[in-house]
């Protein structure tokens, strides 16, 4: 079973200032997607960034980027310039499979500080 | 556009009461359909899957059940809630990954 790790419950960043979220995953397929989605106080669930793993380009959505490692399984998230809208919960997302399950880390709370 | 519409968005009900919550699919056909719980300060849980009508997957052991009358309708239920029941719910669909998944505005459940 395709597994997603979050390895930091918790993150803080001071305005302006760059932070990275970790994200590993373990899986046996060949062709897959990785998301991060942002969950705000709100609950409503807002895509940051796409992954599609056969592309070796790293996905940038203007100031998210993401590393992605396909050997090492992982995919980690880089927010440059934080701003306090950027405060949220953030989950990292695997989707394999022909069902096109999505199963989600555990999330990683980020707090910025102005 | 593709949006899905969930309801309620809060319910508060007693242990051993019935539940059932209902999310609608606009702006598409035939999509998959899933139904997720997320516990207090913890990830997202698949509970059911669908990939057409009468078509249920389940993927936790618990005390729910989940059905897909129609197309663009996908119900979870339970016939007696417990304590652990508690949390909040979100459907989520995608007709294909490569556009991505859209999700609920979750029905937050509280069992007392």
């Known amino acids: 079973a395709q597994t997603v790790t979050q390895s930091q419950p918790e993150m803080s960043v001071q305005e302006a200032e760059t932070v990275t979220l970790s994200c590993t995953y373990d899986?046996?397929?060949?062709?897959?997607?990785l998301f991060w989605y942002k969950q705000p106080p709100s609950r409503q669930m807002i895509l940051v960034i796409r992954?599609?793993?056969?592309?070796?380009q790293n996905a940038t959505e203007n100031r998210f980027s993401v590393n992605f490692q396909k050997a090492a399984k992982s995919f980690s998230l880089k927010i440059s310039d934080s701003q306090l809208g950027d405060a949220a919960m953030y989950f990292c997302?695997?989707?394999?499979?022909?069902?096109?399950?999505?199963?989600f880390g555990k999330g990683t709370l980020l707090t910025v500080n102005p | 556009s593709q949006t899905i519409h969930q309801w309620p968005a809060t319910l508060v009900q007693p242990v051993g009461s019935p539940l059932s919550l209902e999310c609608t699919v606009e702006?598409?056909?035939?999509?998959?359909l899933y139904w997720y719980r997320q516990a207090a300060g913890r990830g997202l849980q698949l509970l059911f899957y669908?990939?057409?009508?009468?078509?249920i997957s389940s993927e936790v052991p618990q005390n729910l059940s989940a059905s897909r009358p129609q197309d663009r309708q996908f119900i979870l239920s339970s016939k007696k809630l417990l304590l652990s029941d508690s949390g909040f719910y979100l459907c989520?669909?995608?007709?294909?990954?490569?556009?991505?998944?859209?999700f609920g505005s979750g029905t937050r459940l509280t069992v007392v």
């Open positions: 997302a695997y989707s394999g499979g022909s069902n096109y399950k999505l199963t």
């Open positions: 899986t046996s397929e060949s062709d897959y997607y």
């Open positions: 992954q599609e793993a056969y592309k070796q």
């Open positions: 702006g598409t056909s035939n999509p998959n």
């Open positions: 669908s990939i057409g009508i009468d078509q």
């Open positions: 989520v669909m995608t007709r294909d990954r490569g556009y991505g998944y859209t």
